[in-house]
């Protein structure tokens, strides 16, 4: 996985991010548009056939759009591990 910084300024962030698809940047998406500081989200798959995305965050006030996808990206593995955990506790109880 590549990432490509295209637009970085004081309340946005553009970035293009090679070999993935709609399931990584849909959870990163909504993850990011739970944070009240936030004023846009979202990303784009500009070719069907081509394997990158562009995610593209704008920040409200003083916070820095890159903070709020890192913590994002934090909130994203949190839920990766509970699921992780529930879903062996599944396993052993089938």
Do not use: W
């Not at 990584?24 to 944070?35: A, F, V």
Request: aromatic share 4%.
């Amino acid at each position: 996985m590549k990432i490509k910084v295209l637009k970085k300024t004081s309340d946005e962030l553009k970035i293009e991010v090679e070999d993935v698809g709609h399931t990584l940047c849909n959870l990163l998406q909504k993850r990011i548009l739970e944070e009240e500081n936030v004023d846009l989200a979202g990303y784009d798959v500009p070719h069907p056939l081509s394997s990158s995305a562009i995610i593209y965050v704008r920040a409200k006030g003083k916070t820095k759009p890159e903070d709020v996808l890192k913590q994002a990206v934090g909130r994203a593995r949190e839920l990766n591990k509970e699921f992780g955990k529930e879903f062996e506790k599944a396993l052993k109880n089938a």
